[in-house]
């Protein structure tokens, strides 16, 4: 089993930075593909990014693409998503959730807040 926590959220104005953290305990995230996800209020939830359990391979969806970045430190167990340039269309609750490419993902964070003030 594998307990993912989301944590580094927070209320932020448009054009400010926020970085996320995804720590995992109970099992290492060293051999998983991780992903984040986001859901705004009255939205589907949406893919944010995902890397590779080896950190050598990220995607990144378009609506972030070069605003947002996906790390990991695997010697922590953890995973990261850098976020700047923040606008107010990206206020949601974020989520990591793992294994990222398998049929079904078995673990979910509790998720983060993030809002946006414009």
């Known amino acids: 089993q594998v307990q993912l926590v989301e944590s580094g959220g927070g209320e932020v104005q448009s054009g400010g930075s926020l970085r996320l953290s995804c720590a995992a305990s109970?099992?290492?995230?060293?051999?998983?593909?991780v992903a984040w996800f986001r859901q705004a209020p009255g939205k589907d939830r949406e893919f944010v990014a995902a890397?590779?359990?080896?950190?050598?391979?990220?995607y990144h969806s378009d609506s972030i693409k070069g605003r947002f970045t996906i790390s990991r430190d695997n010697a922590k167990n953890t995973v990261y998503l850098q976020m700047n340039s923040l606008r107010p269309e990206d206020t949601a609750v974020y989520y990591c959730?793992?294994?990222?490419?398998?049929?079904?993902?078995?673990?979910w964070g509790q998720g983060t807040q993030v809002t946006v003030s414009s």
């Open positions: 959730a793992a294994p990222w490419g398998a049929a079904k993902m078995d673990y």
């Open positions: 109970g099992r290492t995230l060293t051999t998983f593909n």
């Open positions: 890397i590779f359990w080896s950190g050598s391979t990220t």
